[in-house]
């Protein structure tokens, strides 16, 4: 039987090397689109599209795309409702990063914290290390994977419909009783929802009903809210409104945002605390 060629690498066995000035042009269209098919691409650029599929899955071992499902997408593009959970942890991933660390010093030993799923605050999550007996609540069917458990007391997941793109559940914020009777209700020290866009007179918003309405009530269930969104989200609007900018106590962010939306913050009261950054609002 004839050995078969690695994916990426020529007949030859050697790592496989795209024209240079498709390479730049397929980088600079993903770049410029956001995201795209196989097909679109393949028309495109008048080739097959098993080549497209070998210069998409080089990019991308690259870092210069991500691949997915029937397409790539650009790390800096803006995810659509439709993206997968795996995609949206590597698109602004950097950001991400920074922005979990600084939400992840606003916890203190002890507290009682709600976290929305979201690739955002998972990030919140892996920069938890030296905090000890958390009680957390959360709807991310991905947090108890990500999270220490040094770092954890008890860790309470919401029920109710599951959304597998997103790995969370939708339902109310609150749990069964052992025995018939009222569900229990919570209260906790802290929450922390990441939104999908940040709007001076939109506020909060995200693209799925069900989400939102839970994550409102979230914030209604803490005594602080800190909003997690980076900038890629500001000045946009989405489906659902979650809540009005006032509603958070602490917009939680990668850059400055622009003058318009500072300014609206500020008259809301919302601290700003951008990431690498001691500027604050």
């Known amino acids: 039987m004839a050995a078969q060629t690695p994916t990426g690498a020529d007949a030859t066995g050697q790592p496989r090397r795209l024209p240079a000035g498709r390479k730049a042009a397929l980088a600079s269209y993903v770049s410029e689109v956001g995201q795209v098919t196989v097909a679109q691409l393949a028309e495109r650029f008048d080739v097959s599209l098993d080549t497209i599929r070998r210069d998409l899955d080089q990019l991308d071992s690259e870092g210069v795309l991500i691949r997915t499902h029937g397409g790539a997408v650009s790390p800096s593009a803006i995810p659509r409702p439709d993206t997968g959970l795996d995609v949206r942890m590597r698109m602004q991933a950097s950001a991400k990063e920074q922005i979990?660390?600084?939400?992840?010093?606003?916890?203190?030993?002890?507290?009682?914290?709600?976290?929305?799923?979201?690739?955002?605050?998972?990030?919140?999550?892996?920069?938890?290390?030296?905090?000890?007996?958390?009680?957390?609540?959360?709807?991310?069917?991905?947090?108890?994977?990500?999270?220490?458990?040094?770092?954890?007391?008890?860790?309470?997941?919401?029920?109710?419909?599951?959304?597998?793109?997103?790995?969370?559940?939708?339902?109310?914020?609150?749990?069964?009783?052992?025995?018939?009777?009222?569900?229990?209700?919570?209260?906790?020290?802290?929450?922390?929802?990441?939104?999908g866009a940040v709007d001076a007179g939109s506020g909060y918003t995200t693209s799925n009903l069900g989400e939102a309405t839970m994550m409102a009530e979230m914030m209604d269930r803490a005594s602080r809210v800190a909003v997690l969104a980076d900038s890629s989200k500001f000045g946009r609007r989405l489906f659902a409104r979650v809540a009005e900018l006032s509603r958070a106590d602490y917009l939680i962010t990668d850059a400055v945002p622009p003058p318009a939306l500072g300014r609206a913050l500020e008259e809301a009261g919302v601290k700003v605390l951008v990431a690498g950054d001691d500027a604050r609002t």
């Open 100 to 195: 979990g660390a600084v939400a992840a010093g606003l916890i203190t030993d002890g507290a009682a914290v709600i976290i929305n799923a979201g690739t955002t605050t998972l990030a919140v999550v892996r920069h938890l290390r030296d905090q000890r007996d958390l009680t957390i609540a959360t709807n991310s069917l991905q947090l108890p994977a990500e999270i220490s458990p040094e770092v954890v007391r008890d860790l309470y997941v919401f029920g109710g419909q599951v959304r597998f793109s997103a790995q969370a559940t939708v339902g109310p914020v609150s749990f069964q009783r052992m025995s018939p009777g009222d569900d229990l209700q919570i209260q906790c020290d802290l929450a922390l929802v990441a939104v």
